[in-house]
């Protein structure tokens, strides 16, 4: 109990140090801050969130689910390759991109051999373009937890809903997901904190956030009480994001029968919906982790 105590202390020592040195007032790099830049830091910050964490969704929660219950070729690569985009840190991987779609990279390359000349500048230093590289790299979050939710259902309860009438997508969007959203949200929620806690991609690609500003007020300006305050508002978002996680769980739970399940019975997919399976989660996996690594290779 005691040692456990101390873990939790000394994880908990930074939000200490914010709450104890809040109290010493902002100052007036703070009041300069709150003027000038603390909208932008709020407002491309929500929209990482929320650009990250559909995009992540989505990545994450539809290969977990063909992975799952789909039979076709590569699945079984698939179903551990699809976290590798998790082996790069984010700050690495946007780095490579911005080699990739440099005027001298790989893609202005292949414009010049294909077409006969380079295309017009492509710019993806931008939110828009971390907001796709951190997406692509931190879906593996809500793959894992979702693929876990997947497998681990009844059989029982998938085969009835089929007996029932209901075709595949109408399994997934009212037996199957229902039975997964808090795996799924859990997921998000680990996607959201480490859109907040990024710092090396967004300060490459030159957008200001919460962290770009924190380590900006701290080490440029050398306003420890500012960082202090805009650390504050970070871990209000923090927080906010697990209250709203629990509350939308409440106090539901969810009994897919598992402990008395028969393994799952996979799809068998044919004709066009093989090659369309195997392309949508080859997508992921080439723009989280092969074309990166083929950058830094070269």
């Excluded at 000394?10 to 104890?20: E, G, N, Q, R």
Aim: proline residues 4%; aromatic residues 14%; hydrophobic residues 55%.
């Amino acid at each position: 109990m005691a040692f456990a105590l101390l873990i939790v202390l000394l994880i908990a020592t930074p939000v200490f140090t914010i709450l104890f040195n809040i109290f010493d007032g902002p100052g007036e790099t703070m009041q300069h801050l709150a003027a000038n830049v603390l909208t932008d830091y709020i407002v491309n910050s929500v929209l990482l969130m929320l650009g990250v964490g559909s995009i992540s969704l989505v990545l994450g929660v539809s290969t977990a689910w063909l992975v799952s219950t789909c039979r076709f070729p590569g699945r079984g690569i698939f179903e551990w390759a699809l976290i590798l985009p998790m082996a790069v840190p984010t700050y690495i991987i946007a780095y490579t991109y911005a080699g990739i779609f440099d005027y001298a990279g790989p893609v202005q390359w292949v414009a010049a051999v294909v077409f006969g000349e380079k295309l017009p500048h492509i710019d993806i230093m931008n939110l828009n373009g971390v907001m796709w590289i951190m997406a692509f790299v931190l879906y593996p979050y809500v793959y894992v937890i979702s693929r876990a939710s997947f497998t681990s259902q009844s059989r029982t309860i998938l085969e009835s809903s089929r007996v029932l009438g209901a075709g595949s997508w109408r399994t997934f969007f009212q037996v199957a997901l229902p039975v997964t959203r808090p795996a799924i949200v859990g997921g998000v929620s680990l996607v959201l904190m480490e859109v907040l806690n990024d710092y090396g991609a967004v300060k490459y690609f030159g957008v200001s956030t919460f962290t770009t500003g924190i380590f900006r007020s701290w080490l440029s300006l050398g306003d420890f009480n500012a960082a202090v305050y805009l650390s504050a508002i970070l871990v209000i978002f923090v927080l906010a994001l697990i209250g709203i996680e629990r509350y939308q769980r409440g106090q539901a739970k969810y009994d897919d029968g598992a402990s008395s399940s028969r393994p799952i019975r996979y799809y068998q997919l044919k004709g066009w919906k093989v090659l369309a399976t195997f392309l949508f989660c080859m997508i992921p996996l080439l723009f989280g982790f092969i074309f990166p690594l083929l950058q830094l290779v070269h």
